[in-house]
T-cell receptor
Framework: EAGVAQSPRYKIIEKRQSVAFWCNPI?????LYWYQQILGQGPKLLIQ????????DSQLPKDRFSAERLKGVDSTLKIQPAKLEDSAVYLC?????????????FGPGTRLTVL | AQKVTQAQTEISVVEKEDVTLDCVYE???????LFWYKQPPSGELVFLIR??????QNEISGRYSWNFQKSTSSFNFTITASQVVDSAVYFC?????????????FGKGTKLSVKP
């Protein structure tokens, strides 16, 4: 079974530029998550999708971050414009469902450096 | 509010030593789930174990064992006879049961270095 795929693996941009990350979850997984992991910390949830609908985006900085999952499969996360503090690893995860007992499977992440 | 505390930032051991990683959690919910994940240098989070709040039975899987104690709100992880391949950052995480929201609350992680 293929795992969660993410691209690119690394990205370096200047502040105020835009960037987009892509995620393809495990086939059949209805729930998709984007996490932000700042160096030295645990991942923090940015947004959760159930199929193509948003379940929780309470910690997403909506003035600069946006995400979509149009067909309920793959997803993109965009930052526009980027700030220095956005330097982090962006992890995508998926699970069969959104309930607490469902195991989340994580992708390899995209490491973003904002200069 | 939910919170996970991993007080040990870094641990260094010599191969074959036993090591315990501590995890203390806070939640007012009575139904919740606890997880341990391993994050090797490649960056991918690897699931190790899930425990629900009604199951305090300790679990052993090979060289790994977990001790869940609701009385002290702890969910500690022990690696017996550590190996160099165990070197990674280990995260403890908490997730409450409610509804369809799946917010995993992670601790800050413990970096384990196993030296040959």
């Amino acid at each position: 079974e293929a795992g969660v795929a993410q691209s690119p693996r690394y990205k370096i941009i200047e502040k105020r530029q835009s960037v987009a990350f892509w995620c393809n979850p495990i086939s059949g997984h209805a729930t998709l998550y984007w996490y932000q992991q700042i160096l030295g910390q645990g991942p923090k949830l940015l947004i959760q999708f159930q199929n193509n609908g948003v379940v929780d985006d309470s910690q997403l900085p909506k003035d600069r971050f946006s995400a979509e999952r149009l067909k309920g499969v793959d997803s993109t996360l965009k930052i526009q414009p980027a700030k220095l503090e956005d330097s982090a690893v962006y992890l995508c995860a998926s699970s069969l469902g959104g309930q607490g007992y469902n195991e989340q499977f994580f992708g390899p992440g995209t490491r973003l450096t904002v200069l | 509010a939910q919170k996970v505390t991993q007080a040990q930032t870094e641990i260094s051991v010599v191969e074959k030593e036993d090591v315990t990683l501590d995890c203390v959690y806070e939640t007012r919910d009575t139904t919740y789930y606890l997880f341990w994940y391993k994050q090797p240098p490649s960056g991918e989070l690897v699931f190790l174990i899930r425990r629900n709040s009604f199951d305090e039975q300790n679990e052993i899987s090979g060289r790994y064992s977990w001790n869940f104690q609701k009385s002290t709100s702890s969910f500690n992880f022990t690696i017996t006879a550590s190996q160099v391949v165990d070197s990674a950052v280990y995260f403890c995480a908490l997730r409450v049961y409610g509804g369809s929201q799946g917010n995993l609350i992670f601790g800050k992680g413990t970096k384990l270095s196993v030296k040959p």
